[in-house]
Structures are given as structure tokens and as C-alpha cells.
């Protein structure tokens, strides 16, 4: 007899839990939205799976069963078996998942039960997990409320909102989105689609939840869209219509937080310190080394950011704006100096972003609970009373 299938009854605890899950639907289907902490491990390929479609159409699903029993068979059934085998001894607690909970997943589970692996699938599969998580955001409001941190770029939010977790559950909307929600905002690495930002999502909402019985949950403000991909209406709502609390930092401080995001912890800071610990000339123009060409590659990142609010930010300040940031590149690669990253900084901070960030408080008639300092705010937080 099989293990238990999961439920929808039991996916709050399957999710909660990490629990590592084999996704044997087509790699197509995978990299259009798969659930949190999934592998694809394909009974079917894409071409496969295009072929079993075709059959299905024209010739019925008995036609299309058997097409896809004689395609896996011999060493293609083997090698996708052993896979499958050699991710469950690592994760022996693994949940398989296709996308209805249908012919992909028993077949997969079928024949692991024949090579004495007996696993669990998820009834419904993918699409029913989806609809799970889907519900999951839309309802967050109706037992959890929310505490909005705002304030003009780099007043040190996102820091805030970690400094404080211990005391209130709290949601990096940026680490989902894996982008800093601004034109200059990408962290290096890919975002993940619109679908897979939403599961992740609703998996971090799922865990607050168990930590949010009285205190409301701390969020950053942040427009609807983070880089490319989009928060969802309801949960958009919800931070719109939530309490606020404004963090008010001076601009040296703002243009300090920034140089340390943007140029410290990056390949750009990481080239300064090596080449500072190594013999000067052995670097200079040497793009091999690695570090070096990652810092360059960033400048040109951020001129290309730079270029894409051009109009926004007007022609005579662009070109201003611009030859600071060429500056210090020039600064960086002839003389390792990177503090003259600052001036075109401060001046984007000024020209661009606080127009942009203040107009849009104004035009919404933002009414703070507090507003005060990074650590004026922490200290009120830290008072307030849980409710």
C-alpha cells in the first residue's frame, strides 16, 4: 500500500516543513512556474511530452498511454529511475508532483514502489498546490495585518526590517523578487518568473503566519512591481491600505547606506580589496581576473540604468550625472579609488529619486503612525505594544 497522498489539507504542513519535491512534469512546464523547493526530474521531456500530446489529440488516450510506455522503456526508463532513486536516498522525505496529480505522478510512483521506494504525490498536483498558495496570499489580510516601512532611497529599510525580525515577523518583498525595486535595483542573479515569485511568496506568508498571532507583520514599501515581476492585487491592496511608519535619514547617511549596497558589496568593492592587496600594476587592465571584469561589467550595468531614466531625469542632469559616473570609473580602474562613486550617487539620490519617491507619498496622502530616524524607529518598534 502507498504512502498517504498529500492532501490540500496537508500542503500548509508540506510547505512549512521544506519538504523536497520531485516535479515530473516536462522541463517547459517547469520553468513556467514550479513549486517551491522542487527538482525537475521529467518522466517526459519536452519532445516526449509533445509527442503524447499529438497522440492524445488524434488518437485518444489509450494511443498516447501506450506511446509514452514504449518511448520510457529499456535505459531511458533506467536512467530517469536511477534520478529518481538518487535524489530520495539524499531526501528521503521527497513528495512527488505532476501537474493534475494524474498519469505522470502514479506512473513515477508506480514503478519507484516496484524498486521498494514507496512516496507520497500530492493529489491535484501542481495546479491544485497553486490554487493552494494563490488563496493563501489573497486571504493573508482577513488574519494578519500589516505595518508599512517607508521612506525616501536609502534610509536603510530593508536593514531595519532585519534588525527588528526578532521582534515582529517581518516580509523582504526584495529577497523574493531577488531585485532591489529600483532601475539601479538588480542583484546580479536572475529574478524568477511572475509564477514563481507568487509561490515563494505564499510560502513566506504561510511561515509568518505561525509567527504573527499578535504583532502585525513589518513589510517595506514598494511599488506594485519589484524589477520585472509584480505583487499580487490583493496583497497590493493590503500594504496600501496598512498602517505606516516613515524613516526619515539625512541624505549623507541615505548616500552612505547606498555606496555600501551598490559599490562596497559588490564585485566592484571585492576588486578594490584585492587589487589594494596586491602589487598595483599586476592588475591594472588585466581582465582576467575575475573580480575585475565582474566590476567593470557593473559600471556598465549601471550606465546602461542610468541611460533607461534618461528622459526622466532630464538632459542636462543626465549628462551630468553621467560623466560623475564616468569619473569614477576612471577613478576605479587607474587609480583603485571607488569613494568617487558618492557624487553620482548623491546627485541621483537628489535629481531623481527623491522627487520620485516623495511625489508619490504626497499623491498618496501618506499619514505616518511615526516618523523619525532608522533608530527612532527602531526604538518606537521596540515600545510598541503588540496588538
Known sequence: MFNHNISIDELTALFLADTPLIDVRAPVEFTQGALPGAINLPILNDEERARVGTTYKQQGAEAAVQLGYTMISGSVKQDRMQQWLDFIRQHPQAVLYCFRGGKRSQITQQWLKEAGIDRPLITGGYKLARQFLISTIDRFHEKHRLLVITGPTGSGKTRLLHEISHRYPALDIEAIA?????????MGIPQPSQVDFEN???????KLSQNAQT?????EDESRHTGRVCLPASFFEHMRSAEIIWVDEPVEARVNNIFEDYILATPIGQAHQIRKATTFPDLVGKTGATPYQQALALFDQYAAALQAISKK???DRFQEVSLDLDFARSDFENKNEIRTNKVWIEKLVKYYYDPLYLGSLQRRQVNPCFKGSKQAVIDYLHT???T
Open 178 to 186: 531577488r531585485h532591489r525595486g529600483s532601475a539601479f535595483g538588480g
Open 200 to 206: 515563494q511568496l505564499a510560502i513566506n506568508l504561510l
Open 215 to 219: 504583532n502585525p507583520v513589518l513589510v
Open 313 to 315: 531625469l532630464g538632459g
Open 384 to 386: 510598541r505594544k503588540a
